[in-house]
């Protein structure tokens, strides 16, 4: 079946400009997750879905980044005046819900990331 | 405040030797802990899980990693290191009232040949 897809997977902007990345989650997936990874570094956990719970916020690094999941499925994540030290990979990643059971029980499948670039 | 560390930036491992790649947790609650690796160019794959039950779990590629309740710790181990394991390998865990995961800063595995 069709895992975790992102888009764009690379995005070049300048700095000040505002940018949207996509999420597609793997169907019937209730958490949906935002990492960052800069060159080299681990993953910096940015926000985190759970169904209808009110999300997870407390690794956006700024009132600059922000996040929607519409409909309980595609998530975006915009980043406002972008900055040089915005460049990295964003990742997104879903699992299933707590309680599903199952082999599958929170694991997390990753999508390819979208690599952003700030001049 | 939930963490997991990774005590080691680098592991470099002689081909054909066992490897070990370090982890320790600190949570509130029965942890559920993962191992997740990177390879050059690709994506995060899960490796493998504890939930509950046995302490030693194995996972994907040979791997396997053993949870210790007392030392706190979920070490990823393989008894034969291949070349093609070089990779970033991530420990995470999630407390078992909190669905959120959190991910070690990851340690970059050398096998040399």
């Known amino acids: 079946g069709a895992g975790v897809s992102q888009s764009p997977s690379n995005k070049v902007t300048e700095k000040g400009k505002d940018v949207e990345l996509r999420c597609d989650p793997i169907?019937?997936?209730?958490?949906l997750y935002w990492y960052r990874q800069s060159l080299g570094q681990g993953l910096e956990f940015l926000i985190y879905f759970q169904g209808n719970s009110a999300p997870d916020k407390s690794g956006l690094p700024s009132d600059r980044f922000s996040a929607e999941r519409t409909g309980g499925s595609v998530s975006t994540l915009t980043i406002q005046r972008t900055q040089q030290e915005d460049s990295a990979v964003y990742l997104c990643?879903?699992?299933?819900?707590?309680?599903?059971?199952?082999?599958?029980?929170?694991?997390?499948?990753f999508g390819p990331g979208t690599r952003l670039t700030v001049l | 405040a939930q963490s997991v560390a990774q005590p080691e930036d680098q592991v470099n491992v002689a081909e054909g030797n066992p490897l070990t790649v370090k982890c320790t947790y600190s949570?509130?609650?029965?942890?559920?802990l993962f191992w997740y690796v990177q390879y050059p160019n690709r994506g995060l794959q899960f490796l493998l899980k504890?939930?509950?039950?046995?302490?030693l779990v194995k996972g994907s590629y040979g791997f396997e990693a053993e949870f210790n309740k007392s030392q706190t710790s979920f070490h990823l181990k393989k008894p034969s290191a291949l070349v093609s394991d070089s990779a970033l390998y991530f420990c995470?865990?999630?407390?078992?009232?909190?669905?959120?995961?959190?991910f070690g800063k990851g340690t970059r595995l050398h096998i040399l040949p």
């Open positions: 169907s019937g997936h209730t958490a």
């Open positions: 949570v509130s609650g029965n942890p559920y």
């Open positions: 990643a879903s699992s299933l819900a707590r309680g599903a059971g199952g082999s599958a029980y929170n694991e997390q499948f």
């Open positions: 995470a865990v999630t407390p078992n009232r909190d669905d959120k995961i959190i």
């Open positions: 504890y939930i509950t039950g046995d302490n």
